[in-house]
Nanobody, 124 residues
Framework: VQLQASGGGLVQAGASLRLSCAAS????????MGWFRQAPGKEHVFVAA????????SYGDTAKGRFTVSIDNAKNTMYLQMNSLKPEDTAIYYC??????????????????WGQGTLVTVSS
């Protein structure tokens, strides 16, 4: 499974961005797609995840109320709509895929495949 994240950039506080993650290869072996972020010098933090059938979604604390995760099965693409961005949202955002057949993993170890990341920088 290959994952390609895109959509990052430099924005001002309060702005919005939409990240995309295009999946290819043996996507049928995966059941959950997720977003993590990593700020400089810090560990990966869970942002959001969604099952391919869209029937279950989970958000990390930093994403609740401002970010929305969605998925387009026809395009094999997951999205992360980020609104009201803050400087503390600055990080590299990674998309990941999990073969977990039940629930939504929220830890780094719960995902089997990772994309290369896209940088989001929010200026104050």
């Amino acid at each position: 499974v290959q994952l390609q994240a895109s959509g990052g950039g430099l924005v001002q506080a309060g702005a919005s961005l939409r990240l995309s993650c295009a999946a290819s290869g043996r996507t049928g072996s995966t059941y959950v797609m997720g977003w993590f972020r990593q700020a400089p010098g810090k560990e990966h933090v869970f942002v959001a995840a969604i099952r391919w059938n869209g029937n279950r979604i989970s958000y990390g604390d930093t994403a609740k109320g401002r970010f929305t995760v969605s998925i387009d099965n026809a395009k094999n693409t997951m999205y992360l709509q980020m609104n009201s961005l803050k400087p503390e949202d600055t990080a590299i955002y990674y998309c990941a895929a999990s073969t977990t057949t039940w629930g939504i993993p929220i830890t780094h170890g719960g995902y089997n495949y990772w994309g290369q990341g896209t940088l989001v920088t929010v200026s104050s």
